[in-house]
């Protein structure tokens, strides 16, 4: 496992579609910087960002997964699928709720984006959304990295929108305090 990072950067997207024309220039970039990865440890974008960060990474930083539980019934089991293999470093809640139930004191959400020094949205549907209300009221700062506004039209349009790779950069850059 590799050394800690100098900051940590919430990715958030769809748990269905990797949407690799985002998810693989992001985790690379993320890599390069040194810079952790958070992901909520599923399927879709969690899987392909965490891969092309592991992919990628020569340096420092770590993957880490925030793992919901299977039900509210079933708390001490993790959710089928969870963590992905790519996670370094899963930690294991018994918070079973996301998509339209992602802004619920029992959803992962929170401490997604509570962990996160940075948080990026890719195109996702309710719990993407959630997690970008979470980042504006938890104050923390956060981007949309999509080119189409069709594919984030359910997130908050007041969210700042990365059109490139090189927008993102300069979005960490300055809210990472990188050089």
């Not at 949309?144 to 960490?172: G, H, S, T, Y």
Request: charged share 20%; proline share 5%; aromatic share 6%.
């Amino acid at each position: 496992m590799s050394v800690i990072g100098t900051a940590t950067v919430g990715v958030m997207g769809s748990s269905q579609n990797e949407y690799a024309e985002f998810a693989n220039p992001l985790g690379g970039l993320l890599a390069r910087l040194e810079l952790n990865l958070l992901t909520g440890a599923g399927h879709g974008v969690m899987t392909a960002v965490s891969r092309a960060y592991i992919e990628a990474r020569t340096g420092r930083g770590i993957c880490i997964g925030i793992v919901p539980c299977q039900s509210q019934e079933v708390r001490h089991v993790p959710r089928q699928g969870s963590p992905n293999q790519y996670v370094e470093l899963p930690i294991y809640t018994h918070l079973p709720l996301s998509g339209v139930g992602g802004k619920d004191d029992l959803s992962r959400n929170h401490i997604n984006v509570l962990s996160s020094d940075v948080v990026i949205a890719l195109p996702g549907s309710d719990g993407t959304a959630s997690e970008v209300e979470l980042a504006l009221y938890y104050e923390k700062p956060v981007a949309v990295f999509a080119e189409n506004q069709a594919q984030v039209k359910n997130l908050n349009p007041r969210i700042r929108r990365l059109f490139d790779i090189v927008d993102v950069e300069a979005f960490l850059k300055r809210y990472c305090a990188l050089q």
